[in-house]
């Protein structure tokens, strides 16, 4: 992340004229990418890089990490085009070369050559190519490679609505431990919103739940997307969210118009929620939640039906669709009908005298309601101290020799700049 922000054209003419050799085919392609500079700063240019000797022979390694920084840049630039070209010829150039050494780079290159089409709006022609490539790491068992493409594959499917398809190879494809946690939280995202869709809303609410806590604190993007998921998996699930799920920094602004919708599905007012999806219809369609919200509907008026029937024992069906705002009375004996067999009212309907009789409401201690809720607080506590104890890492031969006041500074130094370099890396993916 601080190197990026230092990338600019007479920095990377000069870093290409020191680490490659002048004529050579990669030199030669990736200067072609960089604009010209005025004469005078090129003379400068090329005053320090022959004050520099070129390397004798250049690595493969070094020549695609290159390619990533010029990437990066004409990304920076907003040269989707330009970038486009360059990562087709570097991921060629990458198909070519089978260096373990080469995995990270290589996982990152994925990640940039998937932006650039998405960007430039041709994603669809690269699907086969992932595909390849995707195949070709689990040959070479290049895991982080695994990992990076099929989020790739997955975010490609998901970009056109391919849901089913996008199941079939998460099914399919290899799974072991991850290695990234940025991937790892970009796959659980991924399925999430497939469980979401083939209505697993309990799958879904618990992967969309760990992503967002997994995920960096810098990513607030992902996190905000994160949540926008979540919170309409758990209004499907009947669940009305915490307030202070909206009220995280950094999110009030972006989750407001979810927040207004659990408003709407918590009162049951089928009106004020035909408005909120009205009046945020846009907003919800650049989420590709707008069909979800739709679901919805159905929540909304079990939620108004379930508050009549707690207020009065005994009630018109006329005076039901008057209160929840339905077309007819028709409509309100089906519903109220299907909400008795659901088991979403402890009701009867009197279909001679056109009235619904509720029936007491008894007390929820009695049932097994209680010891379902708390089974489950049991096993997500339990569930997250495994997640803590195999995340745990403990230093070589801890037990066998006792290192030195010197020897602790010194550790602790480096796990200090690892801890900074992580967190810059991490700011970095997202």
Known sequence: MALRRKLKASVLSSFLSFALTPGSEAFTRLSSYLPKEDENEMEVDTATSTAQPPAKHSLPELEIYCYLLVLIFLIDQKKYDEAK???????????????????????????????????????????SNLLALHRIATLRHDELGQETLLNLLLRNYLHYNLYDQAEKLRSKAPRFEAHSNQQFCRYLFYLGKIRTIQLEYTDAKECLLQAARKAPVAALGFRVQCNKWAIIVRLLLGEIPERTVFMQKGMEKALRPYFELTNAVRIGDLELFRSVAEKFSTTFSSDRTHNLIVR????????????????????????????????????????????????????????????????????????????????????????MHNEAVRALRFPPNSHKEKESAEKRRERQQQEQELAKHIAEEDDDEF
Not at 88 to 116: G, H, P
Request: include cysteine; charged fraction near 25%; glycine fraction near 4%.
């Open 296 to 383: 919805l509907r159905h929540n909304v008026i079990r939620t108004g039906l379930r508050n009549i029937s707690i207020s009065y024992s005994r009630i018109a069906l006329a005076d039901v669709a008057k209160k929840l705002r339905l077309d007819s009375v028709a409509d309100a004996e089906s519903i109220v009908a299907k909400a008795i067999r659901d088991g979403a009212i402890d009701a009867t309907l009197d279909h001679s005298n056109g009235c619904m009789l509720s029936k007491e409401t008894g007390d929820i201690y009695s049932t097994t309601e209680p010891q379902t809720a708390f089974n489950s607080r049991i096993a997500f506590c339990l569930n």
């Open 85 to 127: 070209a360059c990562s087709s010829a570097s991921i060629a150039r990458l198909k070519n070369l089978n260096r373990r050494t080469l995995d990270v780079l290589a996982a990152r290159l994925y990640l940039y050559y998937s932006l650039c089409y998405e960007l430039t709006g041709t994603l669809s022609e690269i699907r």
